[in-house]
């Protein structure tokens, strides 16, 4: 049956006042213990396991995907590994998430009632949450950033308890040089390490394209990217593509929108909500639509890497991190004006030299980058902080009360 937007609302509405409710009793709960004190970051001896902590293990989510990537690769070099979760999520839950996200995941999953009675070599905070958690559990602490987490609210509680994790001490780890930037920027902090951002490329095949066909069509499909977080621009987004619409409608032409990134049951204005997809729906998508639309605000997303790799032209938000990654001619680079980004559209789709230009250089940005090359580099780090540890041990810096 179908529910009216108001009966709608009320109900979703519910939902988000439980889900900040929830938020605030787990944050409460990592801070009880919180005195804000530096920490010794002792090094290990020898560094036999690691425990990834997490606040639940979702499905068909990136970072969750990243962090068991980066665990597998870890297991393969004959380390033992552990993903721990902070939240109330179930063992059984949890495994068959980590299945959906990498089937062949390597580790085992421990629940937040065993947290405490873990042994770990390194234990690995994987957003600024845990890593207040981190603080509380014996090892050497590492931070693994996948963004800078501060610009996710605004300035008040939970972007200053977010910043401050940048100030503590932990061997930071990021995906990617552009967390590091604005780490020092924001914080004057320095991130230790750097790995490199990849994609995974078995899962996501090049789709040869004809472009001379794009001048002559009446309407063309984007398949967008769109997350209700503020990162993502869920709000600018539907405003642009709204009026991306009726620009195309107004040249006697249509633009077809399929959305994905969402919960189901989210109602849009402009288009169809396709809601979470598995990588071979996410494949196909790309392989018939004309333009992948992502917003990369904060840290560049995955998304962006997929569509390149399956030939997809990509467009993107120009005040975003897409340049810190890609050439800027490898994408068509969008801000407020909807006017101005169906001229470039229609420029490109008259030009079809250029948009083989602009999926060429996106194609050979992307060479080299493969997780199995980003799992050796993080594998690199842990191997290079056993010789670290011994180095310092030898030159006399380690105390009998350290020992």
């Not at 937007?5 to 519910?14: E, H, I």
């Not at 610009?151 to 509680?157: A, H, L, M, P, T």
């Not at 990134?261 to 990588?279: A, H, R, S």
Request: charged share 30%; with cysteine.
């Amino acid at each position: 049956k179908k529910i009216t937007s108001k009966p709608l609302k009320k109900w979703y509405g519910k939902i988000r006042d439980i889900e900040r409710k929830i938020e605030e009793k787990e944050l409460k709960e990592l801070l009880a213990k919180e005195d804000f004190k530096e920490i010794r970051n002792q090094i290990p001896r020898k560094v036999k396991t690691l425990c990834f902590l997490i606040p639940n293990m979702n499905a068909y989510a990136g970072g969750h995907t990243s962090v068991l990537r980066l665990g597998t690769a870890a297991a393969n070099h004959g380390y033992e590994v552990i993903y721990a979760t902070y939240g109330g999520q179930d063992k059984k839950s949890m495994e068959e998430n980590a299945r959906q996200n990498l089937y062949s995941y390597k580790g085992r999953f421990c629940e937040k009632k065993d947290i405490f009675s873990l042994s770990a070599d390194v234990v690995i905070a994987t957003n600024w949450k845990s890593a207040y958690m981190a603080k509380q559990i014996a090892g050497y602490k590492m931070y693994f950033i996948q963004d800078y987490e501060p610009y996710f609210y605004s300035y008040g509680d939970y972007y200053l308890l977010a910043r401050e994790t940048y100030q503590f001490q932990f061997h930071m780890v990021s995906l990617g040089q552009w967390n590091q930037k604005i780490i020092a920027r924001e914080t004057g902090s320095m991130v230790k390490d750097v790995i490199d951002f990849p994609y995974e490329q078995s899962e996501y095949s090049f789709q040869n394209r004809e472009f001379e066909s794009y001048s002559m069509k009446k309407e063309l499909t984007f398949c967008v990217y769109l997350k209700e977080e503020s990162k993502r621009l869920p709000l600018i987004l539907s405003h642009l593509l709204r009026n991306l619409q009726q620009e195309f409608q107004r040249h006697g032409k249509k633009l077809k929108l399929l959305y994905f990134g969402l919960e189901p049951y989210v109602q849009l204005e402009t288009g169809v909500n396709l809601g979470k997809l598995g990588k071979k729906q996410l494949l196909e998508l790309y392989q018939t639509s004309d333009f992948g639309l992502v917003a990369s605000v904060t840290n560049i997303s995955l998304v962006p890497y997929e569509m390149a790799a399956a030939g997809l032209p990509l467009i993107e938000w120009k005040e975003g991190s897409f340049s810190a990654f890609f050439p800027e001619e490898a994408a068509i680079l969008t801000g407020f004006d909807a006017v101005k980004l169906y001229e470039k559209i229609d420029c490109f789709c008259r030009n079809p030299k250029e948009l083989y230009r602009m999926q060429e250089r996106a194609l050979h940005y992307l060479k080299g980058y493969s997780w199995a090359e980003t799992g050796r580099q993080f594998c690199s780090i842990l191997k290079n902080l056993e010789t670290q540890g011994e180095v310092e041990r030898r030159d006399g810096r380690e105390t009998k009360k350290d020992v």
